[in-house]
C-alpha cells in the first residue's frame, strides 16, 4: 500500500513536469492530489489527445463532462459557462480535470473522436444549457421533450418553467398551457439589513 501511494504521488509531480512541456495549458491547479487544467477552447482536441494517448499520462476513461453556469457571479463579466472534463487513468489511478470558459454565443469541438462516450454527454450539455458543438455527430435533445423550449438548468430559467402539462378529463388528453401566476415576477435583494 506504501508503495502504491509513492508511485501515485511520483506519477502526480510527473505529470505536472511533462504538463508544462507538451499541453498548452493556461493555469494548472493541484487540490487534494487532483490536478485541474485550465485550457483554452481552441487546444481541447490536442489536450484531450494527448492525455489519452501520451505514454506518460495514460488518461483513456472519460468519466464525465459537466457543465457550470456563472451567471450573475464575478466571473459572469468574462465568461458565463465552464465545461469539466473528468479523465481517469487506469494505469496510474489519479484522475485530471480538464477545464474550458466560454461565453454564451462561443462554440465547443466535440470530443466524439477521441473518447465515444461523450456523445451522450455533450448532448445532455446542449439540451440543459444550450452550448452548442461543432462537429457532433447527433446533436439533439436527450432528455427534454422535442418542443421544449430553454434550456433548465440556466440560471436565468424560470423554476416553473413556460408551460404547465396537465391531463383534461373533458377531452381526454394531456394538454398544455402557459403558467399564469397571482404574484409578478420580483427582483428580490437578499442583503442582509441588520
Not at 466560454?102 to 477521441?114: C, F, G, K, M, P
Amino acid at each position: 500500500m506504501f508503495q502504491f501511494v509513492i508511485r501515485k504521488k511520483y506519477h502526480l509531480n510527473l505529470v505536472m513536469f511533462y504538463n508544462q512541456l507538451i499541453l498548452p495549458v493556461v493555469f494548472t491547479q493541484k487540490i487534494l492530489n487532483e490536478l485541474s487544467y485550465i485550457i483554452h477552447k481552441k487546444n481541447l482536441l490536442f489536450s484531450l489527445r494527448c492525455l489519452k494517448q501520451h505514454v506518460k499520462f495514460q488518461y483513456k476513461l472519460l468519466s464525465c463532462i459537466s457543465g457550470v453556469d456563472f451567471f450573475e457571479t464575478k466571473i459572469n463579466s468574462f465568461y458565463r459557462f465552464c465545461i469539466v472534463y473528468d479523465l481517469l487513468s487506469l494505469t496510474f489511478n489519479t484522475r485530471v480535470k480538464v477545464k474550458i470558459f466560454l461565453n454564451e454565443v462561443s462554440l465547443i469541438y466535440s470530443a466524439t473522436a477521441i473518447f465515444v462516450n461523450a456523445n451522450w454527454w455533450e448532448r445532455e450539455i446542449w439540451d440543459m444549457f444550450g452550448i452548442w458543438f461543432t462537429n457532433h455527430p447527433d446533436l439533439r435533445r436527450i432528455l427534454t421533450d422535442y418542443g421544449f423550449d430553454g434550456f433548465p438548468l440556466r440560471k436565468d430559467f424560470p423554476l416553473v418553467g413556460f408551460f404547465e402539462i396537465s391531463y383534461d378529463f373533458k377531452k381526454k388528453r394531456i394538454v398544455s398551457h402557459p403558467c399564469e401566476f397571482t404574484q409578478e415576477f420580483r427582483n428580490f435583494s437578499f442583503e442582509n439589513v441588520w
